[in-house]
């Protein structure tokens, strides 16, 4: 499955931006869903995922309550909502997927097999 992320930008502390996912290849969001950012310097981590059939969700503490990830099935699409960005969300966003579906929600980089390619999201103050 090939994923491509797309939507970041440059937006002021406060704002919104929406990203999306985009996969084929395969129905990738029959399986688990992720999405994971990377600040420069640092290493790559969890915002927030659904378990297979999205059932079950969670979020990085820090972002609770601001990001929803959501899915369009007709669409083959996963989406990240941000609100209320703050200037540490600054980061290169990537959506991933697991090539076996679980009920359980996966929050580790190492659970997830395909990625897209990154979107940037710059949040200045």
């Known amino acids: 499955v090939q994923l491509q992320a797309f939507g970041g930008g440059l937006v002021q502390a406060g704002g919104s931006l929406r990203l999306s996912c985009a996969a084929s290849?395969?129905?990738?969001?029959?399986?688990?869903m992720g999405w994971f950012r990377q600040a420069p310097g640092k290493e790559r981590e969890f915002v927030a995922a659904f378990n297979w059939n999205g059932g079950s969700t969670d979020y990085q503490d820090s972002v609770k309550g601001r990001f929803t990830i959501s899915r369009d099935n007709a669409k083959n699409t996963v989406y990240l909502q941000m609100n209320r960005l703050k200037p540490e969300d600054t980061a290169v966003y990537y959506c991933?997927?697991?090539?076996?579906?679980?009920?359980?929600?996966?929050?580790?980089?190492?659970?997830?097999?395909?990625w897209g390619q990154g979107t940037l999201v710059t949040v200045s103050s």
């Open positions: 991933a997927t697991t090539l076996a579906c679980s009920v359980s929600v996966y929050i580790s980089p190492g659970q997830y097999n395909d």
């Open positions: 290849g395969r129905t990738f969001i029959t399986c688990n």
